[in-house]
């Protein structure tokens, strides 16, 4: 181990200024690259979810239909049997339950 002389500071050097401005910069620049690629997509995914949950949703009506030979009456009917074991899911996207069309016996809405 050598000793530092006093006024010797090459040893113990720290980033200057201008060294620390070009890194903060560098840093800006990608995340404004990323940031909102990131956003886009998780908001896609969500998206995507929503399609899976209404597919799923209609799936669950179809099979109360062939065992029942009609529609429920509505959507909390699948919860409570074999149909659809978990809750009726809201819609990840927005946050809005799902309703079943009564015409057409099949999820509505949640068009993204
Ligand atoms: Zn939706």
Redesign the pocket.
Known sequence: MTLLKNGDRSACRAFTLLEMLAGVTIIAIIASIVVPRVAFHAFSAK?EA?SQYRGDLNAAIERYMFDHGAAPAQLSDLANSNYYPADIPK????N?VYTMDPASQRISG?N?
């Open positions: 998206e929503c819609c990840p996207a927005d809005t949640h993204h």
